[in-house]
């Protein structure tokens, strides 16, 4: 291999990225655009839940109940229905999520007896909202009734007994606020450098072929492993500068902490990009048309990154089988090191198994990309 050879096939590459608009549209302005659909628009924080509340009682408790419900940022109630019939076409045609029913006998209960209930229904088309919807109705009711048993006991002149009682105190490590955004941005990151980077990488084989001008580059002394170098440093100077680009605004833009070691990110980045770079080199060596290695590239990267790297779905929940597959997914190792650097801190100690899956997939990726050109039309 010669350096000479290898900067020119380098550089040739560079002028043709320059002269191909499409080329430079994604690489600059589709990572842009994506952080910032997928950083605002992937959530799973869920607030102002749309609620019906049909008060059949109309006392100062339940207005009480009613204004609780309504104060924070977790409901917003949007109707007040009266009776079944209405109550079911308000969650039917989708105008509340949740609704509570406030039954006549609710004030007279609670003063009569001490207990009142309430009647939750739930529209679980949404199975996780659903869930979420009902967690905070109960906290608020829990909150309620403390409120109510605290009055009790000041009305009748005695302490609250605590015999028996348990209580939590919670501590959240590593994402403090609870900010799914936190733990989602990071994989946002891993899914715009596959994409991208295989993106680029794709084409620049089948381009030859499809210009006319694999002839000349054959007939050139340039060696399999010089024209594979040459093609891919250009890109990997662009996917460096994305990945930058995506981790400076994940830091500084959306405020995500990162509390690791910056050799150790560029490091793990390095890695992630040789993989997704070889596979792109790959795909357009084995398929001569643009637009199917395109295709192709975007169906090897976008799928397994987003389904089965953990970027949306907890890879422990994942049935054994599914587990099993995910290993073989090279993005599941980087979304695990962005997200041990980014929120724990973690240092090598603590990521040096997905740096070891990274490592071995760059290595085994670009020993395959190395071999799967040949000097011949055929």
């Known amino acids: 291999m010669k350096l000479r050879r290898l900067l020119a096939m380098a550089w ?69 229905p009266s009776g079944d019939a209405q109550l079911r076409e308000d969650l039917d045609r989708g105008r509340c999520i949740a609704a509570v029913v406030i039954p006549q006998d609710f004030s007279r209960r609670l003063a009569d007896t001490g207990v009142a ?49 348990v209580d939590l105190e919670p501590r959240t490590w590593f994402n ?14 891993a899914v715009i450098l596959a994409l991208i980077g295989a993106q680029l990488t794709s084409l ?39 990945a930058l680009l995506c981790l400076g605004l994940a830091v500084f833009w959306f405020q995500v902490p990162f509390r690791g070691s910056v050799v150790s990110l560029l490091g793990a980045t390095l890695l992630f990009s040789m993989v997704v770079l070889g596979i792109g080199y790959l795909i357009s060596v084995r398929i001569r048309s643009q637009l ?5 590239a975007l169906l090897v990267t976008m799928l397994p990154t987003t389904l ?30 962005l997200r041990g650097l980014f929120l724990k801190g973690s240092g090598l100690a603590a990521l040096w198994q997905p740096l070891l899956g990274l490592l071995s997939f760059a290595v085994v990726i670009v020993w395959l990309a190395a071999r799967a050109f040949h000097k011949r039309l055929d």
């Open 292 to 296: 199917g290695a395109s295709q192709i």
């Open 117 to 165: 209930s309430l009647q939750a229904v739930f529209d679980a088309s949404d199975a996780n909202t659903a869930n979420v919807a009902l967690g905070y109705l109960q906290g608020i009711v829990a909150q309620e009734n403390a409120e109510l048993q605290a009055s009790w006991y000041a009305a009748q002149g005695r302490r609250p007994e605590a015999r028996g009682q």
């Open 204 to 242: 620049t084989i089948s381009r030859e072929w499809e210009r006319g001008t694999m002839e000349q580059l054959i007939s050139t002394p340039v060696t399999a492993l010089e024209l594979m170098l040459g093609k891919l440093l250009p890109y990997l100077a662009i996917s460096f500068v994305d």
């Open 176 to 189: 403090e606020s609870l900010d799914s955004r936190n733990f989602i941005i990071p994989g946002v990151v």
């Open 12 to 80: 040739k590459e560079a002028l043709q990225i320059r002269r191909d608009p499409r080329s430079l549209a994604i690489a600059l302005l589709m990572p842009l655009m994506q952080m910032g659909l997928l950083g605002y628009g992937v959530s799973l924080d869920i607030h102002h839940v749309p609620l019906c509340v049909d008060d059949r009682v109309h006392s100062q408790l339940s207005r009480a109940l009613s204004s609780r419900l309504a104060a924070g940022q977790w409901f917003d109630i949007v109707a007040l």
């Open 308 to 337: 089965l790297s953990g970027y949306t779905f907890p890879i422990d929940q994942m049935p054994a089988p599914i587990r099993a597959i995910t290993y073989l997914v090279y993005a599941r190792y980087y979304v695990s090191i």
